[in-house]
């Protein structure tokens, strides 16, 4: 499998597997290395494996050990370490619109959803009215990119 493809689909695994949501909080925003990225990359199977085990939003203390032993071994510190370099490439992926494949920042990515989500006549009111309060959430800790670094080296992996 090419390396783009790789890129997005552990991007899409790192998404669904993620312990901890990336805007629930502010991510720390760090400039991504190739070796961050090879990292993730060669963590995905493993994490999505142990991810499973979680239950709530905090996994116990075995579960804990298995996360920061395989983020050793893929070249993070621990999984925190794993985890925010995670979230800097979901930040970056946020912005890639589908349609055109250029980047756009997070907060203008998360404004052109709900305008997409507003303007949708086939959504329940009720799905829609979450979906919207979800997305207003996510723009009030949504950041510009400050390591621009970051887009040049996810994007052009994810653009297939």
């Known amino acids: 499998m090419n390396r783009m493809k790789t890129l997005a ?14 805007y629930a909080q502010a991510v720390t925003q760090i400039p991504l290395t190739e070796k961050h990225i090879q990292g993730f990359i060669a963590a995905q199977k493993g994490m999505a494996a142990v991810a499973d085990k979680v239950q709530g939003d905090k996994p116990d203390a075995a579960t804990q050990k298995e996360l920061d032993t395989l983020a050793r071994a893929n070249g993070f510190a621990d999984f ?3 985890d925010n370099v995670a979230s800097n490439i979901s930040m970056v992926m946020s912005g890639l619109d589908p349609q055109t494949k250029t980047f756009i920042e997070p907060p203008e990515a998360i404004r052109k959803e709900i305008a997409e989500v507003t303007a949708d006549k086939d959504l329940p009111p009720k799905e829609k009215a979450e979906t919207i309060a979800e997305l207003n959430e996510a723009l009030k800790v949504a950041a510009p990119i400050q390591n621009r670094g970051n887009i040049e080296l996810v994007v052009p992996q994810h653009v297939v």
């Not at 790192?14 to 901890?20: E, K, Q």
């Open 9 to 22: 689909i552990s991007f899409i695994v790192a998404m669904t597997a993620s312990l901890s949501a990336a």
């Open 80 to 82: 925190a370490e794993y």
